[in-house]
């Protein structure tokens, strides 16, 4: 009698374990990596969006003719800024993150970073004033995203008011290294 070899289709328990394991070994190395590369895009994200703010801020004062403020704050519950018209401190943000004004007409935009989340924005200036007549800025600043990690990219804003973006080594962005 003459038997013939049968042909097993599937996988083997033993073939089905090694993959797994190695596919558990794949994660244990990329998961890491993903979370910087989140956390690189969330800084990403919010230095692009404070770079519009202030563009447009400096738009807003040359096409209205009337001067634009951005205002930086540190809280207990978060930091933000605050795009306003009207005079010094006529607006600022609440410990709940909202943009509270004198005039509530004069609130243009605000941006509220929770102490929950993993960034902050720092500013060596409390306030910068963009002019109407050819866009300068009221003073000088730096204005800083940072997050939890250590990871900060910032702008530089000249009294000219042109701004210069820049951002730590080891965040990983394309943009020059700040001094």
């Known amino acids: 009698m003459q038997t013939q070899a049968r042909r097993h289709q599937g ?3 033993v073939e089905v ?4 394991g190695v596919l558990a ?3 244990a190395l990329t998961l890491p ?6 956390e690189r895009k969330r800084l990403d994200t919010q230095l692009g969006a404070l770079y519009v703010d202030l563009q447009q801020a400096r738009a807003t004062a040359l096409t209205t003719g009337t001067a634009v403020r ?3 704050q540190q809280l207990a519950q978060g930091s933000c800024w605050v795009m306003h018209l009207g005079p010094v401190d006529s607006c600022s943000c609440t410990e709940q993150g ?5 005039n509530p007409e004069h609130l243009l935009k605000h941006q509220w970073l929770p102490s929950s989340g993993t960034l ?3 500013a060596n200036v409390s306030q910068i ?3 109407p007549r050819f866009g300068t800025a009221s003073r000088a600043g730096t204005v800083a995203i940072a997050s939890s990690s250590g990871l900060r990219a910032a702008h530089v804003i000249a009294l000219t008011g042109r701004l210069r973006s820049c951002a730590s080594a080891e965040s990983g962005l394309s943009l020059p290294v700040c001094s």
């Open 25 to 27: 070994i794949l994660l």
């Open 33 to 38: 990596r993903f979370g910087q590369l989140i």
């Open 129 to 131: 004033a963009f002019h």
């Open 70 to 72: 951005v205002r930086f």
């Open 120 to 122: 902050r924005v720092d």
């Open 11 to 13: 996988f083997s328990l």
């Open 17 to 20: 374990l090694t993959c797994m």
């Open 98 to 102: 909202q943009a509270q004004c004198l």
